[in-house]
């Protein structure tokens, strides 16, 4: 079993939707979590993080956090054809930096 | 606040050779994280640094190796290259112990040969 398990899609949806990516972890004493988008040739890039349970919104960006069913979600609103990339979950047990990432989810947003 | 650096962007090198990629962190920011991305395996933690010490190490074999200097650049060093390390290095800053969000550089593409 992987530490972190993303669905790789791709995962299409049409402009205006909503997308909805999801993150399983396998470490229970896992403390933080995170989203990056990865544009194709580019580097991650940090858009949400999120540490206790519930929603963290930020403009368009909701994250959801459930430590019980070790399930982290982001969704994207009105999406964009822009937000099409790779969204990578990381998530870490605060020792020493390390995150552990998922193997992404391509988001394809067509117009 | 101008973001992290690394250098060199592009690298080609030939099996054996050994290569040092160097990473300047965000402005303030103490503690610099190396990973390797490949298509196969994706991102993977190599190791991280603060005020000049190790602090987590990932599962790779000792000819991955880095450092952090007194201003909080870090560089890291591979050895004997095998085909296997062509990746994208990246480096990741954060503020320091208390804080796990990290901010990835552009990366370094090796090449080996």
């Known amino acids: 079993q992987k530490e972190v398990e993303q669905n790789s899609g791709p995962l299409s949806v049409p402009e205006g939707a909503i997308a909805s990516l999801n993150c399983t972890y396998s470490d229970r004493g896992s403390q933080s979590f995170f989203w990056y988008r990865q544009y194709s040739g580019k580097s991650p890039e940090l858009i949400m993080s999120?540490?206790?349970?519930g929603d963290k919104e930020d403009g368009r960006f909701t994250a959801q956090l459930n430590k019980a069913s070790q399930y982290v979600s982001l969704l994207i609103r009105d999406s964009q054809p822009s937000d099409s990339a790779t969204y990578l979950c990381a998530v870490t047990r605060n020792q020493g930096g390390k995150l552990i990432f998922g193997q992404g989810t391509e988001l394809s947003v067509k117009p | 606040k101008a973001g992290v650096t690394q250098t060199p962007r592009y690298l080609i090198k030939t099996r054996g050779q050994q290569v040092t990629l160097s990473c300047s962190p965000i402005s303030g920011h103490r503690s610099v994280s190396w990973y390797q991305q490949t298509p196969g395996q994706g991102l993977q933690f190599l190791f991280e640094?603060?005020?000049?010490?190790?602090?987590n190490k990932g599962n790779f074999p000792g000819r991955f190796s880095g450092r952090q200097f007194s201003n909080s650049r870090s560089e890291m060093n591979v050895s004997t290259l095998e085909l296997g390390d062509s990746a994208l290095y990246l480096c990741?800053?954060?503020?320091?112990?208390?804080?796990?969000?990290?901010?990835f550089g552009p990366g370094t593409r090796l090449t080996v040969l």
């Open positions: 990741a800053s954060s503020q320091g112990p208390t804080s796990n969000e990290q901010f």
């Open positions: 640094y603060f005020s000049e010490t190790q602090r």
């Open positions: 999120i540490y206790s349970n």
